[in-house]
Each structure stands twice: as C-alpha cells, then as structure tokens.
C-alpha cells in the first residue's frame, strides 16, 4: 500500500501538461473549510495560490491562506510563551526545592522539546521557499487530482482517503485503507467507482513502510524483533509517474461535501518487492489518459488492459529521511 507519495501539488502543472482547467469554486470551499475543519493541505499546494491573484476566487483564497496563517501563528506564539513559562517555573521549583515535585521534573523533561516543536512549526509556517517534503501527502492529506466532468478536464481538490458515495462517514474509521483501492477488490469493495469515476494523480516518487529483514532479504534472527523502515521509490532515469486513481463526491443532508480519491495498487515489479514490498501504485501510460478518464462501465476489461500495458521502469528505492 503506497501510504505517503511526493505530487505534483501545483494544480498549473495538470493545466500545462493535459489542458485541463480548475474549479476554483472547489479550492475556495477547500481553503474555507480549512478554517473549521483543519483540512490537511500540502505547503506547495497553498503556495500555487500565493503568488499573483487575479480573479475574484483566487483573491478569497489568498485571503483565506493569510487568515489561517495569522491565527496558527499566534496559537504557536501562545504555546511557546506558555511552555516557556513552564519550564522557566519547573526550573525554579527544582532550584528552590530540595525535593521538586514530580510536575516539576516533568516539566523540565516535556517543555524543551514543545518549545522545539513549537519554533520548528512556526519556522515552517513563515518559510516561503519549498523543499520536497512540502509536496508529500499521506492517508488524510489533500491534493490536486484530475478528472472528467461534462467531457473536460477538470483538476479538484481532492481528500487521499475515498470515502464512498453512499457510504455513512464512519467508513472512515471502520475502513482506514481506503486510501488504495486493490486491482483484486475494483469490482466488489469499489464497485460504485471502478468504471464510473477515474481520476489521475501525478507522483514523482513513493513511499512505502517496510521490515527491515524483508528489505535485507533474510529472515528474523533468534529473539530479533521486526523493525519498521520506511523506503523511498522512485524510477530510474527519472520521470513523472501517472497514478489511476477512483474518487467519489460525498454529500449527505446536514454535513459538508467531500471529494475524495483512492490510488488504485497492484502487484509490484521483482526489484519493489525484493526490496520488501507486496504492492505498488498503479501507472499508466500517457497514452491511455483519455481512455482512462473517460470510462466504459460496460468494458470493464478495456480498463485491465491498460493496467496490463504498463509502463516500464525500474524502480530503485532508499532508505527516507
């Protein structure tokens, strides 16, 4: 199961290379919900945004990101001053007190690294240049997927976890997964989206949580517990990966709509899974894009052969940061 994947979060890049265009109304209920629901949004996602506005919607994003920005620096202000004082009082409690409470050793051992945490975060949050980690998305994050609507493209932002149409929301919970939808499943757990919504994703690389004795290609040794690592995929030479993915529109009387996507996953290639891996993103061919977007719900068998006519690549991995 892929469960963390450097994108393309820049929705310019899905307009440059297939033509298609955004529905800004969709990032604009996006980046407001963020402010209720603390939607997860990649830095580079919000940062396609910050540059120069020029409709009407792309200067209430702006607005929007400003506004979020300025209430999570002041709560991170707030937590450092707190947890300062913190520590400033535990250290006198220890100074002046043969036998500190416990509170206050606590205190000495827990607010040095909130007040780290609390400057890392505020540090990120003013940095305006990008690093890689800024365009990665885990299980909950939001990106940018392409779609069809009404026979044109259309980029929308979408929630990488696919809570089906229908579905009541406890499926999140009940089903934590659905992040990746298995080529084996397509037809019975995603049969209201296999055949009805694809969308496309781009990826640059993958990450995926191994053991570190199947990465090393040999067994447990005695009393040896198994130790998770996580690996970084990418091709080699490198290329931009197109990801088949299914997504839904999820609305029910009360409570606020979501789009959300799955990556469609399938056996891997000999140098994955020795690496220590059973499973990988499904890539299409560039050349199938249409096809793929634009499926038969009665053909079935035209969408296997695309994943069947999958590109060739070989797959080197390392160990992630």
Same mark, same amino acid.
């Given at each position: 199961?892929?469960?963390?994947?450097?994108?393309?979060?820049n929705?310019r890049?899905? *307009?440059?290379l297939?033509?298609?265009?955004?529905?800004?109304?969709?990032?604009?209920?996006?980046?407001?919900?963020?402010?209720? !629901?603390?939607?997860?949004?990649?830095?580079?996602?919000?940062? $396609?945004?910050e540059?120069?506005?020029?409709?009407?919607?792309?200067?209430?994003?702006?607005?929007?990101?400003?506004?979020?920005?300025?209430?999570?620096?002041?709560?991170?202000?707030?937590?450092?001053?707190?947890?300062?004082?913190?520590?400033?009082?535990?250290?006198?409690?220890?100074?002046?007190? =043969?036998?500190?409470?416990?509170?206050? %050793?606590?205190?000495?051992?827990?607010?040095?690294?909130?007040?780290?945490? !609390?400057?890392?975060?505020?540090?990120?949050?003013?940095?305006?240049? %990008?690093?890689?980690?800024?365009?990665?998305?885990?299980?909950?994050?939001? $990106?940018?997927?392409?779609? &069809?609507?009404?026979?044109?493209?259309?980029?929308?932002?979408?929630?990488y976890?696919?809570?089906?149409?229908?579905?009541?929301?406890?499926?999140?919970?009940?089903?934590?997964?659905?992040?990746?939808?298995?080529?084996?499943? %397509?037809? +019975?757990?995603?049969?209201?989206?296999?055949g009805?919504?694809?969308?496309?994703?781009?990826?640059?690389?993958?990450?995926?949580?191994?053991?570190?004795?199947?990465?090393?290609? +040999?067994? %447990?040794?005695?009393?040896?517990?198994?130790?998770?690592?996580? *690996?970084?995929?990418?091709?080699?030479?490198?290329?931009?990966?197109?990801?088949?993915c299914?997504?839904?529109?999820?609305?029910?009387?009360?409570?606020?709509?979501?789009?959300?996507? $799955?990556?469609?996953?399938?056996?891997?290639?000999?140098? &994955?899974?020795?690496?220590g891996?059973? +499973?990988?993103?499904?890539?299409?061919?560039?050349?199938? &894009?249409? $096809?793929w977007?634009? =499926?038969?719900?009665?053909?079935?068998?035209?969408?296997y052969?695309?994943?069947?006519?999958?590109?060739?690549?070989?797959?080197?991995?390392?160990?992630?940061a």
């Open positions: 199961m892929c469960y963390s994947a450097q994108i393309r979060a929705y890049d899905y *307009l440059r297939f033509g298609a265009h955004i529905s800004i109304k969709e990032f604009v209920k996006l980046f407001y919900g963020r402010q209720e !629901a603390k939607f997860k949004i990649p830095k580079a996602m919000e940062a $396609a945004f540059g120069e506005a020029g409709t009407p919607e792309e200067q209430e994003i702006q607005r929007l990101i400003a506004a979020y920005k300025a209430e999570r620096s002041m709560g991170l202000e707030k937590e450092l001053f707190t947890q300062r004082k913190r520590l400033a009082d535990a250290e006198r409690m220890v100074e002046t007190h =043969p036998k500190p409470p416990k509170a206050a %050793l606590e205190s000495l051992r827990i607010a040095p690294s909130k007040i780290s945490k !609390a400057r890392l975060d505020l540090d990120d949050l003013r940095r305006t240049d %990008l690093l890689d980690r800024d365009s990665r998305i885990f299980p909950g994050v939001y $990106a940018p997927v392409m779609v &069809v609507r009404d026979g044109q493209r259309v980029v929308l932002p979408m929630r976890q696919c809570r089906p149409c229908g579905k009541p929301a406890f499926y999140d919970t009940k089903f934590p997964g659905t992040y990746n939808a298995r080529r084996d499943s %397509l037809e +019975r757990f995603w049969s209201g989206q296999f009805y919504s694809h969308g496309l994703l781009l990826v640059d690389t993958f990450y995926e949580n191994v053991k570190r004795h199947d990465m090393e290609q +040999r067994e %447990l040794a005695p009393d040896e517990k198994p130790e998770n690592v996580v *690996l970084q995929f990418k091709p080699n030479p490198p290329e931009l990966m197109y990801i088949a299914l997504w839904s529109h999820w609305s029910k009387d009360g409570e606020p709509d979501l789009l959300s996507f $799955a990556a469609i996953t399938d056996e891997p290639p000999p140098e &994955v899974r020795n690496a891996h059973d +499973r990988m993103i499904m890539r299409i061919k560039p050349e199938h &894009v249409d $096809a977007l634009n =499926p038969d719900p009665n053909d079935l068998k035209a969408m052969s695309i994943f069947d006519d999958r590109a060739s690549a070989y797959y080197e991995h390392l160990l992630a």
